[in-house]
Each structure stands twice: as C-alpha cells, then as structure tokens.
C-alpha cells in the first residue's frame, strides 16, 4: 500500500510503501511526519500574535452577541485586509460596517482591535526560491 503526501503539506510529494504480511495481525506503521514546516515558512511570533488575536476576537464577539462562538452570525473580520488598508479611521470604519447588526456598542471592541493590529505583519505566503 502505498500514501501519497499531497503538495499542500510538502513541497515535493513523497510515496511511503507499508508491507502488510498476508495473516498478520499487526497494525500497519504510519510514517512520523516532523512538525514546524508551517514555522518554516513564517515567522514562529507572528503566528502566535495572529492565533492569540483570532481567539481574543472571538471572545469579544460572543460577548458583544451574547452568543455561543457557533452562534456567531456569520462574519469574517481578515486582518490582512485591516492591515492593507491606508488608516485606522479606515480600519475602524471596516469594521463598524462589519458589526452593523450588533446591537451593543461597538466602539471599545473597534478600539482595542486596532490597538492590537498596530504593528502586525500581514501574513503572506512565501515565494518560493
């Protein structure tokens, strides 16, 4: 048998062959695949900046909804797209139109959001050497 690795998680694809004796009752070994390509690629602390802002934003939508995080209406605030954007009064505005039917006050979320993003590196992909 043989698992073809797909070119999302390795730059080049790797084929693993796994021999299975007929009869034999013995699970198949999965290959050990390393961690930290991901790290590779971008930087360790932007990525750690960027996951503690996604999960500092969704505690702060659940509570302006008053909802669980499933129970979010559906929204995406890209901060890539924050980031390009040439002010924080343009910033600001982005997202006040984004929470338009958030009934609580948005203001100390809008805020404190963009104190966060000041200073953050827009995660681009790469280029390939």
Do not use: H
Not at 42 to 65: S, V
Not at 121 to 128: D, E, H, N, V
């Amino acid at each position: 048998m043989a698992a073809v690795t797909s070119p999302e998680t390795s730059p080049q694809p790797r084929v693993y062959f796994q021999t299975v004796a007929s009869g034999s009752t013995e699970e198949p070994e999965i290959p050990v695949r390393k961690q930290g390509r991901v790290t590779v690629k971008y930087d360790r602390k932007e990525l750690r900046k960027r996951l503690n802002l996604e999960e500092w934003i969704i505690d702060q939508l659940t509570a302006l909804y008053n909802c669980e995080e499933e129970a979010i209406p559906e929204l995406e605030i890209d901060v890539d797209e924050l980031l390009d954007m040439p002010s924080d009064d343009d910033r600001g505005a982005r997202v006040k139109d984004l929470l338009v039917d958030c009934y609580k006050p948005t203001e100390d979320f809008v805020s404190d959001l963009l104190d966060k993003i000041r200073g953050m590196q827009k995660l681009t992909t790469p280029q390939k050497k």
